[in-house]
Structures are given as C-alpha cells and as structure tokens.
C-alpha cells in the first residue's frame, strides 16, 4: 500500500517553531495536491493546510492562517509545512495526505494517500 513519508515534529514550547515534511513517490507527486490534517485527542480530525493544485497560493485554516506555510521542493518530491509561532491548542498529530488534482483539497474523502501521522506536541 502507497504511503506518504513524514518526519519533522516533536515537542516545543508555545511561540516557538517545527517543521512537518512530506516525502511522496514521484508518480503522487507530479499529480496529487499535498493537504495537511490534524487530530488531537479526543477530537475528530481537521484539515489545516493543502496546496493549491490549479499553482495558486496554498489555503489555511484559520485558525493556523499566518503562522503555517506550505512550501513544496520538487527536487526532493517534498513538501514542507513550516509551523510557527505554536500554540498549545496545536497539540495534535499532523497528517499529510495527497489528493488529485481537481478534487477539494479541505475534504478528507477526496484524498487517497496518507501519511504516517506525526505528533506535534506545544507545551505552555
């Protein structure tokens, strides 16, 4: 079964800032939107951030709109998500998932690979 590679993650104290990355295969790559999703205990999972597939700016939650930022390498199949200025209500495991070019990119039914999931846990 395909699977989306993370790394990055880890524990920080709030203001401070993580890396989530998102290594897919290259056929995924080339064809798919990279989207990020969180569940945090207790709560059902939410989308948080996912490429523009048409190659206009990336969409966010709002409520991690101005502190995250996608960012994709195409030389490395890779993309990033930059987390900044964490808070601890970000406590959650991140998922990145790709989704195929033309689908909505905030429903999670739409996308077909997902990742390993990576804890980011915020202390305060």
């Known amino acids: 079964q395909v699977q989306l590679e993370e790394s990055g993650g880890g524990l920080v104290q709030a203001g401070e800032s993580l890396s989530l990355s998102c290594t897919a295969p290259e056929y995924i790559f080339r064809r798919y939107a990279i989207g990020w999703f969180r569940q945090a205990p207790g709560k059902e999972r939410e989308w948080v951030a996912a490429e523009n597939w048409s190659g206009g700016a990336s969409t966010y939650a709002d409520s991690v709109k101005g502190r995250f930022t996608i960012s994709r390498d195409n030389a490395k199949n890779t993309v990033h998500m930059q987390m900044d200025s964490l808070k601890p209500d970000d406590t959650a495991v991140y998922f990145c998932?790709?989704?195929?070019?033309?689908?909505?990119?905030?429903?999670?039914?739409?996308?077909?690979?997902w990742g390993q999931g990576s804890q980011v846990t915020v202390s305060s």
């Open positions: 998932a790709a989704v195929k070019y033309g689908f909505n990119t905030e429903r999670s039914e739409f996308y077909q690979y």
